[in-house]
């Protein structure tokens, strides 16, 4: 059985950015996981990846918190073709007012 400690060390990756970093990423579907990405120069094709981890953050400003002020983050541990693995989030969504944008939060 799986302790507390072992559960998150198997959903989170040794190595969080202390802040993400944009990345162009191509997917199949629009709420779906990266097929592909490139990131530092190098393009990675995506083998299998998990299912998405939805956080919400509330946007700072003002007193109150109108429902329309989160955002949410769809979360992906990816695992790629050469062996690499990341932890990627897709922030915003398709049909918005901008276009969702692709981000690595972490590796290993």
């Keep these: 059985a799986l302790s ?9 990756p040794p ?19 990266p097929k592909q990405f ?3 120069g190098l393009r990675f094709k995506v083998k299998n990846s998990t299912p998405p981890e939805r956080i ?3 946007l700072l400003g003002g ?14 541990q990816i695992h790629t073709e050469s062996g690499a ?3 990627i989030y897709k922030s915003g969504e398709y049909g ?10 972490g590796v290993g």
């Design 96 to 105: 918005g007012t901008e276009p969702p944008k692709w981000f690595v939060h």
């Design 15 to 33: 190595l969080l950015f202390k802040r993400p970093k944009p990345i162009e990423a191509i997917a199949e579907v629009p709420d779906g996981p």
């Design 63 to 76: 007193n109150t918190m109108p429902i329309n002020s989160f955002k949410a983050r769809d979360y992906y």
């Design 56 to 58: 919400i953050e509330p």
């Design 85 to 87: 693995k990341f932890f």
């Design 4 to 12: 507390v400690p072992d559960f998150l060390a198997n959903r989170r």
């Design 38 to 40: 490139s990131f530092r």
